[in-house]
């Protein structure tokens, strides 16, 4: 059973920074693209980074350059790296593991992150 636990939400000033953290167990991890979803309120779910299982990086245009996904495969763990946050950012963000491109077919639970203007 794969399970995806994500940490590192929370309340920020625009412009300020936050790291989110994603665990993963029972998936051979590095063999698995992995990847960064959001749902603000009242919007549908959309994708805002991704990571291929050989480290290739794609990001959604409205975040790109200040966001950063990555992954240890050692710790079975993808990061998302956000910088220059804006209102707009806010949202639930939730962990996501494909076994086969292009679904996603494994869920975290997800995790708050709310922008403060």
């Known amino acids: 059973q794969v399970q995806l636990v994500e940490s590192g939400g929370g ?19 590095r063999l698995n693209d992995m990847a960064w979803h959001r749902q603000a ?13 050989g480290g290739t990086t794609s990001y959604t245009g409205s975040v790109k350059g200040r966001f950063a996904i990555s992954r240890d495969n050692a710790k079975n763990t993808v990061y998302l790296q956000m910088h220059s946050l804006k209102p707009d950012d806010t ?6 593991l494909s076994r086969q491109t292009p679904d996603w077919d494994y869920w ?6 709310t922008v403060a203007s």
Request: aromatic letters at 6%.
């Open 108 to 113: 975290g639970q997800g995790t708050q992150v």
């Open 11 to 29: 309340v920020v000033q625009a412009g300020g920074s936050l790291t989110l953290s994603c665990a993963a167990s029972g998936s051979v991890f």
């Open 91 to 96: 949202a639930v963000y939730y962990c996501a």
């Open 41 to 53: 309120p009242g919007e549908q779910r959309e994708l805002v980074a991704a990571i291929t299982r």
